[in-house]
């Protein structure tokens, strides 16, 4: 029997999971993010854990080591997107982003295009946080542009040759395992991409962490790899199918993307609410002033229209419509209020808020990445706008 | 991933509205749609379009069958604001909605049974029209100011007193209107012919012009006590109550509105060429409009939750003013962009899309005014 859900979505199923998230977020990240966000990195251990706790494997098969009951996949997917909004609650977008990059990239990849022998071999470990995994596509000179990526994989005896360079990976400065996407043959554009699973010690590969604005403990890092030997058996899927595979995932990328931004944007509002009514200024909290009653109502507005837009979304996701118009949108634009908010935040805190010694500034510093990670806020606008001229 | 199939509530909709829809829309597009022009170029429509609304049931979708109504859900009516924004005369679109969603909820909700015999069958019917007559020359978002006075003479109330900016107010048969009293507000039906109760002028506007906008004299006006609507003493809760439908049923027309306007303007701008390709290959432009597009479905997205809230039988205060607070903007912010695009043509009389400008400005006033919401909003999450 099909699953059922409702126009509201989550139910007591995922308001149980929730608190569960919740609790795990509150005290076992929250609680370090200052420390970790000082020393630019988190301990391997939290990835242990979250898989432990079997936070990756939500919306994945029991076989693989997953949670999912079979038929009921979407309601994975449900508690996925639970997860994703409760991870803001950490406070810190890096540990976030790690977590998603090996929730919601390198696994799904690999589930979603992988052949049961890979699955079977790559995935149990991936969800329990034993190995940990990243995304390689964009490269120094293809950003959002995927189709101009220049790495190589050259055909060889019983693999491939990898030969490029890639940046702005997440997890990439720790990963133990990458989906790399390469040429395979020379184009031209969406033709000839192809995706391989890379495993760190390789000889050829090396890398370097990039440090970053925001997103401080990301383990974004810098690859190269010079004639890196690949077995073909680690090919994802068909050769020269690589765009389609990557354009496939764009969707829920992008979900997850908005579904962070808008848990972020409440959080941060509500600190900035919380602030504002504490602190008095010529003698009443800074709050109650009007000009501020009024920011904040455009701001709340803001935020509860991306918040509707998104789950829209994740419906249209979960009922297995395409929606790739849709998700450009929302991530746009719930990326952009989220930063609007966060900003806003920075702004009511007045000079505490440009203080380092306050955590404002760390997710006014997170928050910026959203317009720009994942596709910018231009390529959702340009996807936007080819459905209108289409 | 979701291969598996689910079976998800992806809309507020079912089968049945989405039939509604069609038969709305047919009738809005063959009948209303084409007099648009002439209507707001003669600053009048005719009452016609009202017992013809009536005749196909349009004017009681969720009112009971008792009374004559279509016994539907509140979804209904947002149908029905969507679908009226095809009309292209904010004007007509108003003038239905204040006598659907504005001046008669309140009777279905707080009158009599004979009240209901008297004032809402005839409404539903479209053979009589309504008006609702709260702003006055002194009171506008600031409702608790008004100075219209009912005075208690026996068992008769007497009331003296103006108001302002009525929509409908020349054409209406009578007035759902709030008065001051001794005790309180009271909510009155007052018939317009009443000895003492005139209409002072018609008012000139920028906008929405084919919509009559009255100012009402009441001169000792004598009702009888079977006039009071709902409890004595209870008219300013009466009348929130009222407002809070109101707001969002209008907010859902103007999103739809503003999808209409951007839907004209990508055609508009895939024709009309510039510097030798159309208009929509220039990038600015191009995503100018994707951005409008992005923020309409937002928008809608929060109208229908608003409205999932209401239909379910809460009373969403914040979601309301914030959809209103939306769509408001947008729909002038929407307005503004497309007569850019269209360039001089958008400036000329010639064209609608000055209309659309000048009547969604209205958006942000009407309803309760972008600042009252934001004073809304603000108060409920406690600032």
């Known amino acids: 029997m099909a699953v059922e859900i409702p126009y509201e979505l989550f139910g007591e199923e995922e308001e149980e999971f929730r608190r569960a998230a919740r609790a795990f977020v509150e005290k076992e990240l929250a609680p370090h993010a200052e420390e970790w966000e000082r020393a630019e990195a988190f301990p391997r251990e939290v990835m242990r854990r979250v898989g432990e706790l079997g936070f990756f494997g939500l919306k994945y098969p029991e076989k693989y080591g997953g949670q999912a009951e079979e038929g009921r996949e979407a309601k994975g997917i449900l508690a996925d997107a639970v997860l994703t909004e409760e991870l803001a609650g950490a406070g810190s977008g890096g540990v976030a982003a790690s977590i ?99 495993e760190a010690g390789t000889p050829g590969f090396s890398r370097r962490r990039i440090r970053t604005l925001g997103w401080r403990t990301s383990q974004t890092g810098e690859l190269v790899f010079e004639d890196c030997f690949v077995p073909e058996e680690n090919l994802i899927g068909e050769e020269g199918r690589g765009f389609y595979y990557l354009v496939e995932n764009f969707v829920w990328e992008r979900l997850v993307m908005a579904l962070g931004a808008v848990a972020g944007a409440e959080r941060v509002y509500r600190s900035a609410k919380e602030y504002s009514l504490t602190r008095e200024a010529f003698g009443r909290p800074v709050g109650k002033f009007q000009s501020w009653r009024h920011r904040f109502a455009d701001l709340v507005t803001a ?64 928050a910026r990445l959203g317009p720009i990670g994942g596709g910018t806020s231009e390529i959702m606008r340009e996807i936007v706008a080819r459905s209108l001229s289409a | 991933m979701v291969e598996v199939e689910a079976r998800v509530d992806t809309t507020v909709f079912t089968p049945e509205h989405e039939a509604l829809r069609q038969s709305l829309r047919s009738f809005v597009e063959k009948e209303l749609a084409p007099h648009a022009t002439e209507w707001d170029e003669a600053g009048d429509f005719p009452d016609w379009v009202f017992r013809r609304m009536g005749e196909l049931g349009f004017l009681g979708l969720h009112y009971p069958v008792e009374y004559g109504g279509q016994g ?176 969002l049923v209008g907010s859902a027309g103007m999103v739809a509105g503003a999808q209409i306007l951007l839907d004209r303007t990508v055609a508009y701008a895939r024709e009309r060429k510039a510097f030798g390709v159309p208009l929509i290959r220039h990038q600015a432009l191009a995503h100018r409009l994707a951005d409008l597009a992005i923020r309409i479905e937002a928008s809608r997205q929060l ?55 000048r009547d969604a400005r209205l958006s942000r006033i009407g309803g309760g005014t972008d600042e009252i919401m934001r004073e809304v909003i603000g108060k409920l999450e406690g600032f």
């Open chain 1, 303 to 366: 935020i509860e229209e991306a918040k509707r837009l998104t789950y829209h979304v994740l419906r249209l996701y979960l009922a297995g419509q395409p929606c790739l118009k849709e998700a450009a949108m929302a991530k746009a634009y719930a990326t952009e209020v989220a930063f609007l908010a966060a900003d806003e935040a920075l702004q009511v805190h007045g000079g505490y808020g440009y203080m380092m010694e306050y955590p404002v500034q760390r997710a006014w510093r997170d």
């Open chain 1, 100 to 198: 998603g990059a090996q929730k919601d990239l390198f696994t799904l990849y690999l589930y979603r295009f992988g052949s049961e022998e890979q699955r079977q071999r790559w995935l149990p470990p991936a969800l329990a946080g034993e190995i940990i995994g990243a995304l390689a596509v964009t490269e120094p000179e293809a950003g959002s542009d995927v189709a101009a990526i220049k790495t190589r994989a050259e055909r060889v005896e019983g693999g491939y040759l990898l030969r490029g360079t890639k940046v702005f990976i997440t997890n990439g400065a720790w990963a133990d395992a990458v989906v790399v996407a390469a040429r395979t043959s020379p184009g031209p554009g969406h033709e000839g991409i192809s995706l391989f699973l890379l």
């Open chain 2, 72 to 247: 539907g859900d509140y979804f209904c009516e947002i149908v029905l604001a969507e679908e009226m924004a095809r009309c292209e005369s904010g004007s007509v679109a108003m003038a239905v909605e204040v006598h659907t969603d504005m001046a008669t909820p309140p009777i279905e909700r707080f009158g009599t049974r004979e009240q209901k015999e008297e004032y809402l069958a005839p409404a539903i019917r479209g053979e009589k029209i309504s008006c609702l007559g709260i702003t006055e020359p002194g009171a506008g978002s600031d409702v608790q100011r008004i100075s219209t006075f009912a005075r208690r003479d026996g068992s008769d109330w007497v009331i003296t007193g103006r108001k302002i900016f009525i929509t409908n107010g020349v054409r209406a048969d009578f007035c759902t209107l709030l008065a001051r009293t001794e005790q309180g507000f009271n909510v009155f039906l007052v018939d317009k012919g009443l000895p003492g109760f005139t209409v002072a002028r018609k008012l000139e506007k920028v906008g929405m012009r084919a919509s009559d906008t009255a100012e009402l004299v009441l001169d000792e006006v004598r009702v009888p006590a079977s006039k009071v609507l709902g409890e004595e003493g209870k008219g300013f809760y009466h009348i929130m109550w009222e407002l809070q439908g109101e707001r």
């Open chain 2, 303 to 357: 109208v229908y939750w608003a409205a999932w809230l209401v239909n379910k039988g809460e009373y969403p205060v914040r979601e309301i003013s914030m959809a209103k607070l939306s769509a408001g903007r947008l729909s002038f912010e929407v307005a503004d962009a497309c007569l850019q695009v269209f360039g001089a043509y958008g400036y000329s009389m010639e064209f609608p899309v000055q209309r659309a400008w």
